[in-house]
C-alpha cells in the first residue's frame, strides 16, 4: 500500500471514529457492524401461539330463573373468548330482554363475546333485538354467521335457523362454509350454533336440517361443535354427519344448553352419547392448543358433577 493510500484509510478511520463519538454522546443508538439482523420470516415460522379459551352455552338470560346470574358468576372468574350459542334472552329476544335479563349478568362479558343466535332470538322480527344488542359482533343481520380465528384455532358461528337462513347442500349459508374452511390455513377447527345435530334431550330431537353444516365441517376435518337448544349438558364420541362413530375423522359435538334458563331432562339415549347431565347450570370451558384442546364443564356454585377430558385436532 502507497504512503498517500495508508494516510487516506488512517484519515477514514479517524472520521468514523469522531462520528461515533459524537453519535455516542447524543443518546443516539448505534448499530454494531458485528450485529446480525434478525430473521423475521424465520422467527414468525418457528411462533408457537399461546392456548386459547372459548367458553360458553346457549339457553342463558332468563328473569324469572337464577341460572343466568350463576353463571355469568362462573364466566367473571374464566378468562378468553365467550361463545353465547342462542336463545340468549328469554322470552322473545326483545330489547327489553336484552336489557332486563341479559345485560346485568352475561352483559358485563359481552365485549369479548361472539354470539350465534338461537330461535327465541327470531320471536322478534328478523332478530332485531339481537343484532342490535351484540352489533358487529353478531355478523351480517342478514345471515348470523360469521368466522374468526383464536390463537391456531379457526372457529365458526353458524346459524342454525334453517327455515329462515337456510343449511341446505347449496345454500349461501353452506357455500360460504365450504369456502371458509377451504381458505381456512389454521390447524384445528371449531363451531358452534344453537339446534344440535345430535341430542337426547327430551324436548328436542337430533336435528336433520343442520346435516349439510355438518357434512361440511366433516369435509374439512373440523375437530369440534358446540350447541345448545335443549336445557342440558351432554357429550357425544366422534361422529360423521350420518351418526357413524368416527374416532378417525369425526367430530366431537357437546349440548351446552345449561347457560341458565329452566333445566330439562332426557328422552331416549342416542347412540355415542358418553355424558350427560339434566340438574345442573353451567359452562363449558374449551382450551385450545396448538395441536389439541381440553374441555371441562364447570358446574354453578355449590354443585359438584363435573365432565372433562382432552383431544387431539385432526
Same mark, same amino acid.
Given at each position: !500500500?502507497?504512503?498517500?493510500?495508508?494516510?487516506?484509510?488512517?484519515?477514514?478511520?479517524?472520521? +468514523?471514529?469522531? &462520528? $461515533?463519538?459524537?453519535? %455516542?454522546?447524543?443518546?443516539?443508538?448505534?448499530?454494531?457492524?458485528?450485529? *446480525?439482523?434478525?430473521?423475521?420470516?424465520?422467527?414468525?415460522?418457528?411462533?408457537?401461539? %399461546?392456548?386459547?379459551?372459548?367458553?360458553?352455552?346457549?339457553?342463558?338470560?332468563?328473569?324469572?330463573?337464577?341460572?343466568?346470574?350463576?353463571?355469568?358468576?362462573?364466566?367473571?372468574?374464566?378468562?378468553?373468548?365467550v361463545m353465547a350459542i342462542g336463545d340468549t334472552a328469554y322470552p322473545d329476544g326483545t330489547a327489553a330482554d336484552y336489557t332486563n335479563c341479559y345485560s346485568p349478568t352475561w352483559g358485563r362479558h359481552k365485549s369479548r363475546?361472539?354470539?350465534?343466535?338461537? @330461535?327465541?332470538? #327470531?320471536?322478534?322480527? =328478523?332478530?332485531?333485538?339481537?343484532?342490535?344488542?351484540?352489533?358487529? %359482533?353478531?355478523?351480517?343481520?342478514?345471515?348470523?354467521?360469521?368466522?374468526?380465528?383464536? =390463537?391456531?384455532?379457526?372457529?365458526?358461528?353458524?346459524?342454525?335457523?334453517?327455515?329462515?337462513?337456510?343449511?341446505?347442500?347449496?345454500?349461501?349459508q353452506e357455500q360460504w362454509l365450504r369456502n371458509d374452511l377451504a381458505a381456512n390455513t389454521q390447524p384445528c377447527i371449531a363451531a358452534y350454533w344453537h339446534h344440535p345435530r345430535y341430542t337426547s334431550g327430551s324436548s328436542?330431537? *337430533?336435528? +336433520?336440517?343442520?346435516?349439510?353444516?355438518?357434512?361440511?365441517? #366433516?369435509? @374439512?376435518?373440523? /375437530?369440534?361443535?358446540?350447541?345448545?337448544?335443549?336445557? @342440558?349438558?351432554?357429550?357425544?364420541?366422534?361422529?360423521? %354427519?350420518?351418526?357413524?362413530?368416527?374416532?378417525? @375423522?369425526?367430530?366431537?359435538?357437546?349440548?351446552?344448553? !345449561?347457560?341458565?334458563?329452566?333445566?330439562?331432562?332426557?328422552?331416549?339415549?342416542?347412540?355415542?352419547?358418553?355424558?350427560?347431565?339434566?340438574? +345442573?347450570?353451567?359452562? &363449558?370451558?374449551?382450551?385450545?392448543?396448538?395441536?389439541?384442546? /381440553?374441555?371441562?364443564? $364447570? *358446574?354453578?356454585?355449590?354443585?359438584?358433577?363435573?365432565?372433562?377430558? +382432552?383431544?387431539?385436532?385432526?
Amino acid at each position: !500500500m502507497s504512503r498517500t493510500m495508508k494516510r487516506n484509510a488512517v484519515r477514514a478511520s479517524l472520521v +468514523t471514529t469522531a &462520528l $461515533v463519538s459524537v453519535l %455516542a454522546g447524543s443518546g443516539a443508538v448505534v448499530p454494531s457492524a458485528a450485529a *446480525p439482523k434478525p430473521d423475521n420470516s424465520t422467527t414468525a415460522a418457528n411462533a408457537v401461539l %399461546a392456548d386459547e379459551v372459548l367458553v360458553g352455552a346457549g339457553d342463558i338470560a332468563n328473569c324469572g330463573t337464577a341460572g343466568d346470574e350463576a353463571t355469568a358468576n362462573l364466566l367473571d372468574g374464566i378468562a378468553g373468548t365467550v361463545m353465547a350459542i342462542g336463545d340468549t334472552a328469554y322470552p322473545d329476544g326483545t330489547a327489553a330482554d336484552y336489557t332486563n335479563c341479559y345485560s346485568p349478568t352475561w352483559g358485563r362479558h359481552k365485549s369479548r363475546t361472539k354470539p350465534a343466535t338461537g @330461535n327465541h332470538e #327470531y320471536h322478534t322480527s =328478523g332478530a332485531s333485538g339481537y343484532f342490535n344488542y351484540f352489533g358487529a %359482533a353478531a355478523g351480517d343481520a342478514s345471515k348470523g354467521y360469521y368466522s374468526y380465528n383464536l =390463537g391456531s384455532w379457526h372457529v365458526v358461528a353458524l346459524n342454525s335457523n334453517c327455515s329462515i337462513v337456510s343449511c341446505s347442500a347449496g345454500s349461501a349459508q353452506e357455500q360460504w362454509l365450504r369456502n371458509d374452511l377451504a381458505a381456512n390455513t389454521q390447524p384445528c377447527i371449531a363451531a358452534y350454533w344453537h339446534h344440535p345435530r345430535y341430542t337426547s334431550g327430551s324436548s328436542h330431537g *337430533p336435528n +336433520t336440517a343442520v346435516k349439510p353444516l355438518y357434512q361440511a365441517l #366433516y369435509d @374439512n376435518h373440523a /375437530d369440534v361443535v358446540v350447541t345448545g337448544h335443549n336445557h @342440558n349438558y351432554e357429550r357425544f364420541n366422534l361422529m360423521d %354427519a350420518n351418526g357413524n362413530l368416527d374416532t378417525t @375423522n369425526g367430530i366431537r359435538q357437546f349440548v351446552a344448553g !345449561m347457560g341458565g334458563t329452566g333445566l330439562g331432562g332426557f328422552g331416549t339415549i342416542q347412540p355415542n352419547s358418553q355424558a350427560r347431565n339434566s340438574d +345442573t347450570w353451567g359452562v &363449558l370451558k374449551l382450551t385450545l392448543h396448538a395441536g389439541s384442546y /381440553d374441555w371441562q364443564f $364447570v *358446574p354453578q356454585s355449590g354443585k359438584t358433577y363435573s365432565d372433562s377430558g +382432552t383431544n387431539s385436532c385432526h
